[in-house]
């Protein structure tokens, strides 16, 4: 590798007409990711977004595999994890096509590199990197090792020297292991923004070292997020919480809320949005845990602010198969979470229901729709309008603009609650 002529210093680095460019780190052992995980990932995407936005560069989002452990590697697992990045997280990834199992020639050059540096010792019959003998071969470059881990760390502080005297590069079958692999990736890649956990502060002053020992053209900037814990139960899953009916706009909200300048109302809805609205710097906080009622609550807020074209592309993400003027007009009428107007979606199919027993003014509700159909000015519906289109009762809110319902379906409804109306009255009279 050539050796620098001149080396630039992470804030610069994110300064500038060059694009901002970060990596996710992936591992595909599961086909959805974990709450925590996700977020990492959308607050990496969020910052390189926000610092090119603010410097009037572009960002590039890179997918890195994380899949040299076959164990607990499945490609399968792909598809869907690519899938939540874009359509849960709303993250522009640029390419995905770099895989760590693919890296064993770029890795053996570096620990080559490295050797000639003399920064090399055999542990165990393992390579291990000397930090005493990469400072001295650093400082006698002029580099100072230090100071640049120091500015490195962009949020918070880091611990300057490496806790252990030989850090391992290798494991015992001659794969690279974390900290020379994410480098040489890193350079690779040609990445600028590094966005970790708060548990991996203390990589950086030895990553510091390789990037300088390997020539980097400049450091990467490092942020570091506080992490988000696990309950106490189980993994939070991304793909459980969708299937659950939580809107996607409304996890990648809650999962950005701590590091968004304060806004009224509902929050931000689109990863643009949320991008406008990162602090600069994120702030470093402490770990939480996953709070699954504060997103639940989260999303009933947002659920009653939302885009029209949002809660539109989301409700039939989530499944629902109406008529489109049907799903259009719950979007527009009923705007409450998506489980709520999924099944309102079912009961406003054009098949047949079946009605459960009519309430007290369903009477009334059918000579109410009656009268609207013919075009006849009329007050509020009364409230019994939702079993006349549904054939159930408790759908609180249903009415307001029923007009705008296929006439079609309309009609089909009126004869069905008539014909329920004369078992009721038919059943009362035995």
């Known amino acids: 590798m050539e050796p620098l002529s001149r080396r630039n210093a992470p804030a610069t680095a994110l300064e500038g007409a060059e694009p901002v460019r970060t990596r996710l780190g992936v591992s595909p052992n599961h086909a959805s990711f974990r709450v925590g995980v996700l977020r990492t990932h959308l607050l990496t995407a969020l910052a390189a977004h926000a610092a090119a936005a603010r410097t009037g560069a572009t960002a590039q989002v890179r997918v890195r595999w994380d899949d040299t452990d076959p164990s607990r590697t499945d490609r399968r697992h792909e598809p869907d994890l690519l899938t939540e990045l874009a359509d849960v997280a709303q993250i ?3 390419d995905a096509d770099l895989r760590q199992s693919h890296g064993a020639p770029r890795y053996r050059q570096a620990l080559a590199h490295l050797q000639e540096s003399g920064v090399i010792r055999d542990e165990g019959g393992t390579a291990c990197l000397d930090i005493a003998a990469a400072d001295h071969v650093l400082k006698r470059r002029g580099q100072d090792p230090e100071g640049a881990t120091t500015h490195a760390a962009v949020n918070t502080r880091v611990q300057l020297q490496p ?13 690279a292991l974390w900290h020379l692999a994410s480098v040489v990736d890193d350079l690779h890649q040609h990445t600028t923004l590094i966005v970790r956990g708060s548990d991996k502060t203390n990589a ?3 990553q510091v070292r390789l990037f300088q020992l390997l020539d980097a053209a400049r450091l990467p ?23 659950a009916g939580i809107r996607p706009s409304a996890l990648r909200w809650y999962l950005a809320e701590p590091f968004l300048a304060p806004t009224p109302g509902a929050g931000p809805q ?24 504060r997103l639940a609550a989260l999303d009933r807020k947002l659920s009653g602010a939302l885009h029209n074209s949002i809660a539109r592309d989301e409700l039939r993400r989530a499944g629902a198969t109406a008529h489109p003027r049907v799903l259009d007009w719950v979007v527009d009428h009923y705007r409450r979470p998506l489980p709520h107007q999924r099944r309102l979606c079912a009961l406003l199919d054009e098949g047949t229901h079946a009605y459960e027993p009519p309430p007290p003014r369903a009477a009334e509700a059918v000579r109410w729709l009656e009268r609207r159909l013919r075009g006849e000015a009329e007050a509020p519906p009364p409230p019994d309008l939702a079993w006349v289109l549904t054939g159930e009762t408790n759908l609180p809110g249903l009415g307001p603009g ?16 008539r014909q329920a109306l004369s078992r009721a009255s038919a059943a009362s009279m035995r």
């Open 92 to 94: 522009p990834v640029t």
């Open 163 to 175: 806790a252990q005297a030989r850090v391992r590069l290798l494991r015992s079958d001659g794969r």
């Open 204 to 206: 950086t002053a030895i």
């Open 221 to 243: 900037a490092f942020l570091f997020l506080p992490r988000l814990r696990d309950t106490d139960h189980a993994p939070s899953r991304v793909a459980a919480l969708i299937e």
């Open 270 to 293: 689109t990863f643009t949005q949320l991008a406008a609205r990162l602090r600069d710097p994120l702030p470093a906080g402490s770990d939480a845990r996953f709070d699954q009622q």
């Open 402 to 417: 029923v007009d705008r319902l296929p006439d079609e379906l309309l009609k089909a409804r009126l004869i069905a609650a």
